[in-house]
């Protein structure tokens, strides 16, 4: 069973998320008859890590936030590994600024010449909150993609989609996808920069060209972003999207190439059914999120004319499904003990199973929900360990040399 700690800061958790979401749920009246299109990523009483664009923190990442869509507050931050550069590539280099150590990243066309530098995975990652809350760089995401960044040798792109009320559904859904096509734009754009006629440019023009590409072109991405090794990693809420965002990529299939999604993560889903599972019955007052405030999140999320447990977002087990399960990625499942979603989770996986997709369960002992991604829970073990499983299994499908270990 839990600790005691675990359990007093549940119930914290609980007092002040009901809190939370009843706040909402009022504040939901102000948005029944507008609309609201630029919506929010994040709310104001969450803590929040600062962007830091060196590699001076102690786990070497760099991080920087863009906003990537005009028409909304859509926004990503990126983790960038210190692994991307070569261990020739010091702090005297031109590419580190040299007033505040930043990391500015370079244009493949300015310097061509130059092939000391790593093109390592993309990892989409969404972040949890029960649609309605958390963002991409809170605090305790922060920490878990600067984890997952180190641990698979990967870019890390945390995902600020809109949150509802302001914003319901499919809008969640749909920035998740909006994301996953910048990325294909991105590797275009790069891909233009470094095999187009810019390099027969002489050096006045070339400048102008550069200097006009900086403001479209992600330099990190270009230079050290492989998306044809693409992983989506989804927490809790962000495992509905993550998974919604696979089967689109399954649709568009050529069309988003260079991109390529070889695997998923699905860390405890926010799956739910209108006949409950076993697990939905006796864990139904569980740690953290009790069935009870997660039907509120969905309330808040879906469309009053839509609300439905077993709509598409919530119960992945509906049959006539749009994309046939056989063409989902290789999917890896987290559930914890303690978690009244699991059984869910383990069935959609056995599902996935059935029809010859490469979908394991890692099933934690005295866990619950967030456990690996919760702040007062990210120094456990078994956040730790969580953490490096999901490594260990991403890498089979991201390492371009194969990797020798399998579930």
Request: charged share 20%; hydrophobic share 45%; aromatic share 10%.
């Amino acid at each position: 069973m839990p600790g005691v700690t675990v359990k007093l800061y549940s119930v914290l958790f609980k007092f002040l998320l009901k809190r939370r979401l009843e706040a909402l749920i009022r504040s939901s009246l102000l948005y029944s008859n507008t609309v609201h299109p630029f919506g929010v990523t994040a709310r104001p009483d969450d803590a929040v890590a600062s962007v830091n664009p060196t590699f001076a923190a102690a786990d070497g990442v760099a991080t920087k936030d863009i906003h990537i869509d005009p028409q909304t507050s859509l926004s990503i931050r990126i983790f960038l590994p210190d692994t991307a550069l070569a261990t020739n590539l010091s702090k005297k280099s031109s590419f580190i600024d040299a007033d505040n150590g930043a990391y500015r990243g370079y244009s493949p066309a300015i310097d061509r010449h130059i092939r000391n530098y790593r093109k390592l995975p993309v990892i989409l990652q969404f972040h949890g909150g029960g649609f309605v809350s958390g963002s991409c760089d809170a605090v305790a995401n922060d920490l878990f993609c600067r984890r997952i960044a180190k641990l698979l040798d990967a870019i890390v792109i945390a995902v600020g989609y809109r949150l509802a009320p302001e914003n319901r559904y499919p809008a969640a859904f749909e920035d998740g996808v909006k994301v996953l096509n910048w990325l294909g734009k991105q590797a275009h754009l790069a891909d233009c920069v470094v095999g187009g006629d810019f390099r027969r440019l002489d050096i006045h023009r070339q400048q102008i060209v550069d200097g006009f590409g900086e403001s479209m072109v992600e330099p990190w991405l270009a230079a050290h972003g492989d998306p044809s090794r693409c992983v989506l990693l989804g927490v809790s809420c962000g495992a509905n999207i993550a998974n919604y965002v696979a089967q689109k990529a399954v649709e568009a299939g050529k069309l988003l190439d260079p991109v390529r999604v070889v695997a998923q993560v699905l860390m405890y889903p926010f799956f739910i059914g209108s006949t409950p599972t076993r697990s939905e019955i006796r864990l139904a007052n569980s740690y953290f999120y009790d069935k009870s405030m997660s039907i509120l999140a969905w309330k808040l999320f879906l469309p009053e004319e839509e609300f439905d447990l077993d709509h598409p977002a919530a119960n992945p087990l509906l049959p006539n499904r749009e994309t046939p399960l056989k063409y989902i990625p290789p999917t890896l499942t987290v559930v914890a003990e303690h978690d009244w979603m699991r059984d869910r989770a383990i069935a959609y996986s056995e599902e996935l199973r059935k029809v010859n997709v490469d979908a394991p369960v890692l099933d934690y002992k005295d866990t619950v929900h967030e456990f690996a991604t919760l702040d007062m829970l990210l120094k456990t073990p078994q956040a730790q360990a969580c953490a490096e499983d999901i490594a260990i299994w991403v890498k089979k499908y991201t390492s371009l040399r194969g990797h020798e270990f399998s579930y």
